[in-house]
């Protein structure tokens, strides 16, 4: 019997260019949308007003949300410290004086997915303590 440890594939490659697309469709978007107000202006209610809502919510919640969250995998992949990455950011931990946990949970919930995803499966570090590092 072979007691050799499966082979993990090494797939940074693959979530670097992730992140290189997200920032690509945020451009994407923010030219459309320039687009749109180079028409003319935007009538409140408007069809045109409405596509120029619904791109700059896509582009400022979804893709920010998931890059942001995938740029924290990345980091913590490649094993650089939280603080380097977002060093005038709130600690994305609960603590005792903190009551705001609940508005970054999706974010870190995202991350450790992603890392789990494109990392490698033995970190010497959990997530949770890369954070409070």
């Known amino acids: 019997m072979d ?3 499966p082979v993990i594939p090494d797939r940074r490659l693959e979530l670097k260019v992730k992140i290189k697309s997200l920032a690509d469709e945020a451009r994407t978007i923010r030219r459309e949308q320039s687009k ?30 998931e890059q942001r969250a995938s740029l924290l995998a990345y980091a913590f992949i490649r094993g650089r410290a939280y603080r380097t990455m977002e060093p005038t ?7 005792a004086m903190r009551t705001v946990w ?19 499966a033995h970190a010497e570090v959990s997530f949770r303590d890369w954070l409070t590092a």
């Open 89 to 95: 950011r709130p600690l994305l931990i609960p603590t």
């Open 36 to 65: 749109l107000k180079a028409d003319g202006p935007l009538k409140r209610f408007s069809e045109r007003e409405g596509q120029h809502t619904r791109l700059h919510l896509h582009r400022t919640v979804s893709i920010r949300d």
């Open 3 to 5: 007691s050799k440890q």
């Open 102 to 120: 609940w508005h970054h949970e999706p974010l870190v919930k995202r991350a450790l997915n992603i890392a789990e995803r494109f990392g490698k």
